[in-house]
Structure formats: C-alpha cells, structure tokens
C-alpha cells in the first residue's frame, strides 16, 4: 500500500517537474488571445521575427549555411518588414563571404543595392540600409578578395555615407592601413592624420588609438624615412609613458635602438630602463593584457636588450649583464 | 527489503528526471546572439500616450584593423677582427686575411594569438585571414591550423664568409623583419523602433545599437634573416653616425689612429700596406 501511494507521489512530483521543466526549457509563451491588446501581437510578431533572424544568424556563425539562407531567402521571397528585401540579400551575402564564396557575396549584395533603389524606404532608413551595404562590400573587398585599392575606394564611398561615427571610423582606419599595404605610405599617414583630426576619433580608444599611432611611426621608418619614424615613435611615448601598453613599450624600444650610443648615451640609457621597466609591468599584469599584444612586448625587450648589449661602453657593466640575461631567457 | 528498492529507484528516476529537464530549461535551445532589441529600448522619452514599439533590426560583421607594421629587428653585434695592425713597407709582406666561414640554424616563425568571444570558428577564420593579410604562406600541420595559438617555424642554415682586413675590425649581425598584424572583428546590431500613439502609427522612429566583439587576434611573421655589416665612418669614406642611425651606432674600427688621415709623405699611417696604400 505504501508502496503504491510512494509511486503515485513520485510519479506527480514527475509530473511537476517535467511540466516545470518544459516551461523553463521552452520559454513562457503565452498564446495571444482575442482580448490581448494589439500592440502585444504587434511586438510578438516583431519579436519572433527578430528571434528568426537572430537564430539564422547564429546557424550561420556555426557553419550551417543551408539553415541561415533558409531564412534569408523567406525574408527575400516573404518579406514581413519594409527592409526585408533588402536585408535578406544582405544577409545571404555575409553567408557566402563567411563560406569563401566571395563571388556569390558579391552578386547578393549588388542585388541589395539594386533591391534599396527600388524599396520604398523612408529616406532615413535607405541611407543606413546603403552605407551597410557599402561597407559590407568593401569588407569584402579587403578581406575577401584582397583587393586593397578596391577597397580604399569602398570604405572612402562608405565613411561619406555612413549613418555612425564608429563606421565612420571603421572605414577611415581600414582605408588607411590597406594603403600602407599597397606601399602607399605618405598617403597611410595623411590619412591617419585626417583620421585623429576629425569628430569621429574623439572617442577612440585607447586600444585603438595606440596601435594605429604605432603603426603610422613604422610606416614612415618602412618608407625609408627613419627621422620621421623616430620622430613619431618617440612623441608616442612621450604622450603615453604613463600608460602601460605593448604599443607603447614597443615605440620607446624603437628609440633606444636608433640612439647612437656615442652622442646619445643619457637619453638611451634612460629610455631603455623605462622600456624595460614597463615591459616587466606588463609581464606582471599579463592577465589585463590582451594576449594578442604578448609578441609586441616580447619584440620590445629584444630591441633594448640587443641595443644595451651594442652600447657596452655607454651602458654599465651591470645593465649590459641584465640585457644579456633577458636575451637568453627568450 | 526488495519494495524498498524499488521506491528508491523510483525516487532516483524521478529526481533524475527533474534534473535533466531542470537543465535543459538553463541551457538554451538555439544559441542566438545575446543581443536582443528589448534589453536596448529607446533612452527617448515619448509624448503622453505614446511608446516605442520595436519594429525591425539589422545586423552587420565588421573588420577593423588595428595595427599593421613592418618592423626592422637585429641581433646583437660580432666583432671580427683585424688581420693586423702595423705598417707593413713595400719589403714586408701584407699578412694574408684569410675569411672563415659560417652557417648557423635560422628560422622563419609565424606566430598568432586569437581570442574568440564565441565560435572557435569565428577565430580561426580570422586567423587565416591574418595570415593572408601578411603573406604568410608556409604550410601549418592540422592540429596548428586548428589551434587559435600559436607557432610554425621553419629552420635553414644561411652561410656566412667573414672576411678579415687589415687595419679594421669589422661587425656584422643578423638582421629581418617582424611583420605585425592585428585586427578585430565584431557585430553590430540596429534596432529600430517605431513610435505608436493610441494604437496608432506616429512618424517618429529612434535606433538603438548593440555590439559584440567576435573575435580578436594578431599574427607576427618573423622573416629568416640576413647577414649585415657596419659601414665605415668618415673620415674612412664611410657614413657618419646620425640620429637615429640605422646600424645603433656601430661603425668599423680603425686599430690605430691615423689610418684613414695619414701624416703627409714620408710618413705613413698607422696601419696599412705600402704597395696598396
């Protein structure tokens, strides 16, 4: 008998459970009803479509093409918002690029643009749906098709077009160093000037805006123009010194190297210890530093070090022994 | 005994059975991006009787390059000395400078460190999107190409002749580039949202923006180097030291002071051979 009411108490408390269970693993939905007020459905039907969307583009990202254009090609057939049309073919663009198929992305997203000229869109909403979809093909000119020039021309088109500051800025930095790609070093720097002075980089980054500084000094020294190069190298450290960074580290180890130790030996001896000084705070604090950096600073320890060991005579015995000791730790 | 068994494994099965359903209701069922419109509604204040309703969104990858550079980089200095230091008159035979030669191991490393925020093949992706963006070419095994970081080298030798000279130590070091790439790649939501008074359309429409870092990452190629040597210094025709210099200061050494500003004739320099002066 106990046994029975045992069972019957399991069994219920299953029941619960399972029923808890599936609220909790398929959401609570309610079914919209006659009374429900109709900005409800209206939200539920924008929310569902957005959870579709959201889905297929999870699908893609994981590599299951077939699924994510699936959808995108319901929003192209069916469109259920004003941008549909447009969006799908966008969408299934990202799909090919993502897979490599670069010349079926860039098929789509022409469709999106020929799509956007016909679409009757508010005038607000056809100006960002063109600057996405400009900057999605220079995107896909730059890292799809290697075609750096193409590009340049692209994210020029698309920063002119561009609704946000941060695409704006996007365009701008990714034209300038796909120029120095292209050996275009002079036109690099203008551009990354015209980049600082303008709105968009008054909320750069800091780990944004030492990397291209940096970048900008190698371009001049790449260019055969070291003085600039030193130039550019030494003001990024003067401005940042007090800020630990790789980029930093690595421009104020490009100075001590170009100082001659015969008419410069203060200024190296001084700079070098301060490298080196950061470099080891770094190296302490490796957990808040980008690991993308580590072969930055590990680059600038081997410049001082090299450079101390050169200036043997200029450098202490001592510090040319520490150099020494780093060089063979690596 | 026996029915108590049973109860008991009729209470396990069902307090199993709590759990998995328990932890299928924690774990999503469609891993979609964490962005979602309403955790971003308009900051916007709407009229009385008016709100925003959510209308459509738009999302967008974005690369972003942050640093490109080629870097010049170089070893430490070796010294090969004189092959002797003194006048030798055109009686005296010129000491032989005979070269010796080497041929050490070098190695051309690519290395790279991507972080992903969600799918590995977000990273690997962008990986091999580094590599091309510097040229890197050399074949990574399977499990390096699988991996976010990382190191391929390759190793040969490079053959050096020291030539020796009179009068001069001369200086030589490796010298190669270190070829930096990094960039990051995002996505961006826009949300759109439409005003609505009385259960009515109004012109007004606001966005709003979500981001998400996907994946960031570099790569550094360091090139098999090459040999270089210092450059004399004037007075020896040679290139003056400068700032910044291109060789840190080193230039070949004269053993003796007056060899490249010999005393007017009959005298002669501190080091060199008569009949080549």
Redesign the interface.
Known sequence: MN?KK??RT??I??LV??T???????GWQPVHSRNE???SV??GA??E???R???A???M???DHAAARAEFQRMIEQPA?L??AV?GR??MA?SFR?AGETAAAGEYLAQALAALDTAPL?A??AA??RA?IL??QA?LA??GE?DAAGAIRLYDAARAAAP?A??AD?AA??AA??S??LGQYGEASLRVDALLASSEAKGMPT??LL??L??QA??F??AGN??E??RHYLSLWDAHHNTDNA?VAFAGA??V????????CEPKIALARGVLGMVDRLRLAAAKV???????IA?AE??VA??L???AGCADAALVEEAQGR?RRR | MN?FL??RA??S??IS??A???L????P?????E????GYRPKKANPAGC?W?????????????????????????EAVTNCGCGWYPHNVPCPTCQPDTISPAVTDTG?W???VA??K??GL?LKF?LM??VGYTASLTASEQQSL?GTHTETTTIVLVRQKILCFDRFYRTIWT?R?R?KKRYA?W?F?WLE?CN?NPATA?T?T?C?QL?A???F?WTTYPQFQWAPQKPPCGGVA??????W???RETPCCADVCTPPPSPAHPCCGCEAIH
């Open positions: 046994a045992t069972v399991c069994l408390a299953g459970c399972s808890v269970g599936a609220i909790l693993a398929y007020p109709a900005s209206r939200a924008s929310r479509r957005h959870e969307k959201a889905t583009i999870a699908k990202h994981a590599g918002s941008t549909d969006d966008r969408m990202m993502s508010p607000e909403t960002a749906m996405l900057m999605d995107d730059a890292f290697n946000s941060k695409d996007t930095r990714n160093i796909l120095a790609d780990d944004e990397p291209l940096s970048s190698s371009w020294a790449s070291l003085d190069a030193a980029y490009q100075c190297a170009w100082y001659p130790p015969q008419t410069h980008d690991a993308s950096d580590q072969g930055l680059s081997q410049t090299t450079s060991v050169n200036a060089l | 029915r049973f109860t009729i209470l099965g069902s059975l709590c998995l359903l328990l299928a209701g924690a774990m069922q469609v891993d979609t991006w962005c979602d419109p309403y709100e309703e959510y209308d459509t969104g738009w999302y967008s990858q974005r690369e972003v390059l942050l640093s490109s550079s080629d870097t010049a980089k170089s070893s430490a200095w290395t460190n991507v972080t969600k799918a093949q977000e992706s999107n091309a963006d970081t270190e930096f990094k961006d826009t759109r609505w259960n429409t966005e923006s981001s996907l960031i990452g570099s550094k030291i400068s700032y910044p210099d291109p840190d200061g080193k």
